[in-house]
């Protein structure tokens, strides 16, 4: 069973910066690889919402709202996802997740557990 070890959210200013990650523990390397790296959000009263994507070949997407302050990297080494997030706003308050789903393997589609991020003065 696939977990994830998930650290880096809390409470930040506007205007600063948090870097999220996502460690897939009990995950072989060969099956983390060729994943693709997804990031959700869900603020309180909301949808979930799609915000970054990081394919295994480096190409990435981002959300409108994120576009320019967020980046999404893999360390494949360390079998771990990020996202870096700068210039934050408010309106980031949410719960991030980390998802990772297999291009092939469709058994392979794994979400953390969520990471509260509040941005606030």
């Known amino acids: 069973q696939v977990q994830f070890v998930e650290s880096g959210g809390g409470l930040v200013q506007p205007g600063g910066s948090l870097r999220l990650s996502c460690k897939a523990s009990?995950?072989?390397?060969?099956?983390?690889?060729?994943?693709?790296v997804y990031w959700y959000r869900q603020a309180p009263g909301k949808e979930r919402e799609f915000i970054a994507r990081?394919?295994?070949?480096?190409?990435?997407d981002y959300a409108d709202s994120v576009k320019g302050r967020f980046t999404v990297s893999r360390d494949n080494t360390r079998k771990t996802v990020y996202l870096q997030m700068n210039s934050l706003k408010p309106e980031d308050t949410a719960v991030y997740y980390c998802?990772?789903?297999?291009?092939?393997?469709?058994?392979?589609?794994?979400w953390g557990q969520g990471i509260q991020v509040t941005v606030s003065s």
């Open positions: 009990r995950m072989i390397t060969s099956t983390f690889n060729p994943c693709y």
């Open positions: 990081r394919n295994n070949t480096g190409n990435t």
């Open positions: 998802n990772l789903i297999h291009p092939s393997l469709h058994s392979v589609n794994y």
